[in-house]
C-alpha cells in the first residue's frame, strides 16, 4: 500500500511554524504533495529532514506559488516542463516517477492552478494554465496505466463541490468555462460515464469516494466563521487513471479539529492505494 497527501500549505515556513510537523509525523505518508511552497529548496528541504526526497520546482518571482513532490521512495524521474515560459517559470507543475512497494511504476503530479478573475488577465492566464495542463494530463493518461494528478486546482467542479455555489455562479472558481474543463478530465455529471475513468479519463477520487454528498470541502477562507460553518470549497483534488483508481483502500480530508488547529486554509487530501 501507497499512502498520498496533498495539500496547499500556504507557505511551509509558516506551516511548520503553525503545526504541520506533528501532522505529518503522525500521517504515515508515503507521497507529500504541496502547493504554494513559497520557499527555496534549502529551506523546504531542512524543514521535511533527511527522511524525505525532494523534488520540488520554485516560481522565478520570489515567495510565489512553488509546487514539491516529497517521497520515501527513490524518485526515477522528474519533470517540470510544460511549454511555455510564462508556465514554466511559474513554479505551478511538477512529475515524479517511483516504483511502487508492489513493483508498479507511478507517476505523480503536484499542480498549483492559480486563482482568477473574472474578466481580466489573470483570468485569461488561468485559462492558458489549464489548456496547457489539460494536453499533458492527455499524455499522461495514455503513456502510464499509474497516474495520479494532485493539487489545488481551484475550481468546484459541481455545485456539490461548494457551500455557497448559488454565489459564485459568476466569479473565477465556479465559471463554467473553468468546469468545461473538468468535464473534460472526468466528464460532465449529465454524461453516463461520468467518473468512471472510460475514454482515458480521470476519476476524481473524492467523489468517487465520497458520492453524492455536499463536499466534503477542502478550503476555507480564514475571515469569519467559514471553518466553523463548514462554509467550504472542494478545490484540492486526487485525479487518478482507472487502474490506480481501481486499487483505492481509503480517502479523506484531513480536516483541523478545530480553527485555532489550523496550520492552512486547505486541508490535507490523503487517500491509499493498493499497488
Same mark, same amino acid.
Given at each position: 500500500?501507497?499512502?498520498?497527501?496533498?495539500?496547499?500549505?500556504?507557505?511551509?515556513?509558516?506551516?511548520?511554524?503553525?503545526?504541520?510537523? !506533528?501532522?505529518?509525523?503522525?500521517? %504515515?505518508?508515503?507521497?507529500?504533495?504541496?502547493?504554494?511552497?513559497? *520557499?527555496?529548496?534549502?529551506?523546504?528541504? *531542512?524543514?521535511?529532514?533527511? +527522511?524525505?526526497?525532494?523534488?520540488?520546482?520554485?516560481?522565478?518571482?520570489? %515567495?510565489?506559488?512553488?509546487?514539491?513532490?516529497?517521497?520515501?521512495?527513490?524518485?526515477?524521474?522528474?519533470?517540470?516542463?510544460?511549454? !511555455?515560459?510564462?508556465?514554466?517559470?511559474?513554479?505551478?507543475?511538477?512529475?515524479?516517477?517511483?516504483?511502487?512497494? +508492489?513493483?508498479?511504476?507511478?507517476?505523480?503530479?503536484?499542480?498549483?492552478?492559480?486563482?482568477?478573475?473574472?474578466?481580466?488577465?489573470?483570468?485569461?492566464?488561468?485559462?492558458?494554465?489549464?489548456?496547457?495542463?489539460?494536453?499533458?494530463?492527455?499524455?499522461?493518461?495514455?503513456?502510464? +496505466?499509474?497516474?495520479?494528478?494532485?493539487?489545488?486546482?481551484?475550481?468546484?467542479?459541481?455545485?456539490?463541490?461548494?457551500?455557497? $455555489?448559488?454565489?459564485?455562479?459568476?466569479?473565477?472558481?465556479?465559471?463554467?468555462?473553468?468546469?468545461?474543463?473538468? &468535464?473534460? $478530465?472526468?466528464?460532465?455529471?449529465?454524461?453516463?460515464?461520468?467518473?468512471?475513468?472510460?475514454?482515458?479519463?480521470?476519476?476524481?477520487?473524492?467523489?468517487?469516494?465520497?458520492?453524492?454528498?455536499?463536499?466534503?470541502?477542502? $478550503?476555507?477562507?480564514?475571515?469569519?466563521?467559514?471553518?466553523?460553518? &463548514?462554509?467550504?470549497?472542494?478545490? &484540492?483534488?486526487?485525479?487518478?487513471?482507472?487502474?490506480?483508481?481501481?486499487?483505492?483502500?481509503?480517502?479523506?480530508?484531513?480536516?483541523?479539529?478545530?480553527?485555532?488547529?489550523? $496550520?492552512?486554509?486547505?486541508?490535507?487530501?490523503?487517500?491509499?492505494?493498493?499497488?
Amino acid at each position: 500500500m501507497i499512502r498520498v497527501a496533498s495539500v496547499n500549505v500556504n507557505g511551509v515556513r509558516a506551516a511548520f511554524r503553525k503545526g504541520m510537523q !506533528p501532522w505529518l509525523d503522525a500521517s %504515515g505518508v508515503d507521497v507529500l504533495a504541496l502547493q504554494e511552497v513559497r *520557499a527555496e529548496r534549502e529551506d523546504l528541504v *531542512a524543514l521535511l529532514g533527511d +527522511e524525505w526526497i525532494v523534488a520540488n520546482d520554485e516560481a522565478s518571482a520570489k %515567495g510565489r506559488a512553488g509546487v514539491a513532490i516529497a517521497t520515501r521512495a527513490h524518485q526515477d524521474a522528474i519533470r517540470t516542463t510544460l511549454g !511555455p515560459d510564462t508556465v514554466d517559470t511559474a513554479g505551478r507543475w511538477i512529475e515524479v516517477d517511483i516504483t511502487t512497494p +508492489e513493483g508498479n511504476p507511478l507517476t505523480i503530479v503536484s499542480c498549483y492552478v492559480h486563482s482568477g478573475e473574472a474578466g481580466t488577465p489573470k483570468q485569461d492566464a488561468k485559462y492558458e494554465f489549464l489548456d496547457i495542463m489539460s494536453g499533458r494530463m492527455q499524455e499522461i493518461g495514455t503513456q502510464s +496505466e499509474y497516474a495520479l494528478v494532485v493539487g489545488d486546482l481551484n475550481v468546484g467542479h459541481r455545485s456539490l463541490d461548494i457551500r455557497n $455555489w448559488k454565489g459564485n455562479l459568476k466569479n473565477s472558481g465556479f465559471l463554467p468555462q473553468e468546469r468545461a474543463y473538468f &468535464d473534460q $478530465w472526468i466528464g460532465s455529471e449529465q454524461d453516463p460515464s461520468y467518473n468512471t475513468g472510460s475514454e482515458g479519463r480521470f476519476i476524481d477520487i473524492g467523489r468517487a469516494h465520497s458520492g453524492e454528498v455536499e463536499g466534503p470541502y477542502s $478550503w476555507w477562507s480564514w475571515r469569519g466563521k467559514a471553518f466553523d460553518n &463548514d462554509t467550504g470549497w472542494r478545490i &484540492d483534488y486526487q485525479l487518478a487513471t482507472k487502474k490506480l483508481a481501481d486499487s483505492l483502500r481509503d480517502y479523506r480530508i484531513d480536516r483541523a479539529p478545530s480553527y485555532d488547529t489550523r $496550520w492552512s486554509d486547505h486541508a490535507p487530501v490523503i487517500a491509499d492505494y493498493d499497488i
